[in-house]
């Protein structure tokens, strides 16, 4: 039987949505999700979304395959047009949408906000800074990783570990254009100082409020966006002394605005969903 699915975006890290509102398990396979964002073969994204029913009180629950079949712990990007996708199925239904949800995830629960000028506001929680949480072997496990090395493809870089939920690995460069992501990210992904794997940004500050970021996603490899990586590449630029709490995070797809909030600690991240077409497969 044929599964209906609409395609969204947020600043182009495109995601195939998939209403499982009635289920609590994904109703496809990881090896499914593998072949429907194929961008030859399938219907090409960077990732599979379900809307699955809520957990412990919360709305609903997310759950998503990247494009390699592995699942991870959050999305940044994902939760935004998880948003839109349920605000817009439950216009379509009740006439009316919510304007924020609770969304339980495998890193906790997330709450993102529909704004009245389109935008989407996530608190996306607190960033985990300890060794063992990220995971990384780099430093002892109750310890943090600021600004430590790390041999990767032939040279030493000076890293900052970052959990959002999901593994980061920021490192600071004069120009991130000059970067080759192509030929060094897998050997960041796949380092033996990252049991899960890890998700690789560089970043350029700009300005105190203002970083350029390209990304290499574990699961994925070079995408337009990453909203995680946006979150956890702010905390290592203030924890590094290089920017304010607040910044623009400018990345290949569009501007994603941050916020490491002094009052709670928290990441509220701000930026847009895009609805691109709906079919079924
Ligand atoms: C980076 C991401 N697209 C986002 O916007 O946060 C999340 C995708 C998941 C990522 N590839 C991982 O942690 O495996």
């Not at 994904?26 to 994204?45: K, N, S, Y």
Request: glycine share 10%; charged share 20%; proline share 6%.
């Amino acid at each position: 039987m044929a599964i209906a699915f609409t395609k969204y975006h947020g600043l182009g890290n495109d995601f195939v949505l998939i209403d499982n509102r009635h289920h609590p398990e994904p109703c496809l396979t990881p090896a499914q999700a593998i072949e429907w964002c194929d961008r030859h073969f399938g219907i090409g994204a960077d990732g599979v979304i379900f809307a699955l029913p809520g957990q412990d009180g919360t709305d609903y629950t997310m759950r998503i395959f990247n494009c390699d079949g592995s699942e991870p712990e959050m999305c940044g990007n994902g939760i935004r047009c998880l948003a839109r996708f349920i605000a817009d199925l439950e216009a379509a239904e009740t006439g009316a949408a919510r304007a924020a949800y609770q969304i339980h995830t495998l890193a906790g629960v997330i709450t993102p906000k529909l704004e009245a000028d389109g935008q989407i506001t996530v608190d996306m929680g607190l960033p985990r800074l300890i060794a063992a949480e990220i995971p990384t072997t780099l430093a002892a496990p109750h310890e943090k990783v600021i600004d430590l090395p790390l041999e990767a493809a032939g040279q030493t870089w000076q890293v900052t570990c970052v959990s959002m939920g999901n593994p980061h690995c920021i490192t600071f460069v004069d120009e991130v254009a000059a970067i080759p992501l192509e030929a060094i990210g897998a050997q960041f992904e796949h380092h033996p100082a990252f049991p899960k794997r890890i998700n690789t940004e560089f970043i350029q500050v700009v300005q105190r409020d203002y970083l350029k970021m390209r990304v290499w996603e574990r699961g994925a490899g070079i995408t337009l966006a990453c909203g995680t990586g946006a979150c956890a590449s702010l905390v290592a630029a203030v924890l590094t002394g290089k920017s304010d709490r607040r910044a623009t995070v400018e990345l290949p797809g569009g501007t994603l605005l941050i916020e490491w909030s002094e009052t709670d600690q928290r990441l509220y991240m701000t930026g847009p969903a895009t609805k691109v077409f709906e079919g079924e497969r």
